[in-house]
C-alpha cells in the first residue's frame, strides 16, 4: 500500500482550521478559529502532552449537539499532514477498510457486533468470518518517538483489563486480536510504551505467546482532501 497515500478511509465535512490555546480538562480545550475563541470537545482520553500545546495548528468539527463545546478538535497538524486524536473517527475509518477490504489480514470478515461483551470488559467488536468469531479490541496510538508510534501515553488500568480478558479468552481456544491504530503520518512500526505502563507491556508479551494476534494500522488526516488515509495496512509490531 501506498504510504504516501493509500487507501482514502473517510471523508471529513466541513473541517475547520483552529490554533490550540489549553486545555481546560479531559474532554475539553479551548481553541481559536480566526479571531474567536471557541470551547472544543476532545474524543480521546488520554494526555496527549506531544499534541495540545499552545499555537499548535489544529483541524475542528462543528460539534453535532448544542452545549458548551461548539466543536471538536479531531487532528492536529503534523507537517502537511494531521495526527488524528479523535478516536470515534479512527474507528470510523477503520470500519469503513474492513467493509472495503483493503485490511489483507481481515479479507472475509465482517463486523457483527460493537462493543461485545466478554467477562467483565466491552470489546469494541465482534468479527466473523465463515463461521469463526474473533473478539478485536482497538487502541489509539498517537504518541510518537522518531518512527514510532507508541500506546499508552499514560497508565492504563482499562488497557490491562482488556488485554487480560483476551488472554483468558484465548486460553479456553476462543480468537483474539488487539489493534492499535498508529493515526500518526510517517510513522513504520508500533510500539509500547513501557515507560508509562510496564505492566501493560508485559501483559501484551503474554498474550502474544498465548495466541493473542498484536497487529497496527497506520492512517493520517489529508487536509488536501479533508480525508482519512489509510497508509499502512499491516504496520511491523516491536514488543521489544
Known sequence: MDR?????????ENPLECRIVSRINRFALR????????????NNTGRLYQFLVKGREGFCLRNEKVGKTTHRLFSVKEGELGAIVDTRLQMQA?????????????KGYRIVKRNARLGSSLI??????????VYLEVK????????????????SPRGRRHVKELINHVM?????????????PGVTAFKPDRAADPKLCQLLSEARLVGVKI???????????????L??????VDLL
Not at 94 to 106: A, D, Q, T, Y
Not at 124 to 133: A, N, Q, V
Not at 140 to 155: I, K, Q, T, W
Open 94 to 106: 477503520f470500519e469503513k477498510s474492513v467493509e472495503r477490504g483493503v485490511i489483507p489480514w481481515l
Open 172 to 184: 479456553r481456544s476462543g480468537e483474539a486480536i488487539i489493534l492499535f491504530i498508529a493515526a500518526l
Open 124 to 133: 469494541d467488536y465482534l468479527l466473523e468470518c465463515d463461521s469463526r468469531s
Open 231 to 236: 497508509f499502512d495496512s499491516d504496520l511491523n
Open 140 to 155: 489509539s496510538a498517537v504518541l510518537r518517538e522518531g518512527n514510532y508510534a507508541m500506546y499508552p501515553d499514560s497508565p
Open 4 to 12: 504516501d497515500a493509500g487507501f482514502k478511509a473517510l471523508r471529513i
Open 31 to 42: 481553541v481559536r478559529l480566526g479571531r474567536s475563541y471557541r470551547r472544543a470537545c476532545l
Open 215 to 229: 497487529k497496527a494500522i497506520g492512517m493520517a488526516y489529508h487536509p488536501g482532501d479533508s480525508s482519512v488515509h
